[in-house]
């Protein structure tokens, strides 16, 4: 299967700063990619859908201005949490598909995942 | 509307005992089921995946799951748990061609007992 990097797999930071997250696809180019979060013992909950070269899709109850995403290429998808709090701790997971089927499969892939603690 | 069902939160299994775990699905057009395993802390691992044709499907680490569409069920199976296997396992649904998500279900915590 393919390779999804996502950086870093943790990181803490002073509430009100902002952290960057990164979701690289290795080898092969991803025209979709989304934006997990999980809560401790729960599934994930789909936070926005972003295509390449366009804005993200946020589902509801997420705040496009505090989750800031960009997926410029088609290998590179970032979430910024603007002025984090100690509420935005939680684990951060990507996914990548390329919808294209050029690699003979469709299915996403996920990254490593980021666990995000603001003190 | 798209859902993914898993109704058993937590199942405990002692070493080298079957495992089966449960998982019903709905969802609008033609289902592409998945199988995850997300260790402590970790990402998610892709087990197993239906996509069409030949419904008992093999995975990694000697995983199975059998696609029924009559009972819009994609139950996972394995003959003899290990320890390792202890992880939180997650159905999922989701299209085949398209940049849709995937819905997952809440997932079930396996732990294994020596």
């Known amino acids: 299967g393919a390779v999804v990097s996502q950086h870093p797999s943790w990181v803490i930071c002073k509430s009100g700063t902002s952290v960057k997250i990164e979701c690289r696809s290795l080898d092969f180019q991803a025209t979709t990619m989304f934006w997990y979060r999980q809560f401790p013992k729960q599934s994930l909950m789909l936070m926005a859908t972003?295509?390449?070269?366009?804005?993200?899709?946020?589902e509801q109850g997420v705040e496009k201005d505090k989750f800031l995403i960009n997926h410029a290429s088609l290998t590179l998808s970032t979430l910024t949490v603007t002025s984090a709090h100690p509420e935005d701790s939680s684990f951060y997971i990507c996914?990548?598909?390329?919808?294209?089927?050029?690699?003979?499969?469709?299915?996403?892939?996920f990254g490593q995942g980021t666990r995000l603690t603001v003190v | 509307a798209q859902s993914v069902t898993q109704p058993d939160i937590h199942i405990t299994v002692s070493e080298g005992a079957s495992l089966e775990l449960r998982c019903n699905y709905s969802y609008g057009a033609t289902p592409y089921l998945f199988w995850y395993v997300q260790s402590p802390g970790q990402g998610l691992q892709l087990l197993l995946k239906?996509?069409?044709?030949?419904?008992l499907v093999q995975g990694i680490k000697g995983f199975e799951a059998e696609f029924k569409r009559s009972q819009s069920s994609f139950n996972l199976r394995k003959p003899s748990v290990h320890w390792s296997d202890a992880a939180e396992y997650f159905c999922a649904v989701g299209a085949r061609n398209t940049g849709n998500q995937f819905y997952f279900g809440t997932g079930t915590s396996l732990t294994v007992i020596p």
């Open positions: 996914s990548a598909r390329d919808t294209r089927g050029l690699r003979g499969y469709t299915e996403a892939f």
């Open positions: 972003s295509n390449e070269g366009s804005k993200a899709t946020y």
């Open positions: 239906y996509f069409s044709g030949d419904t």
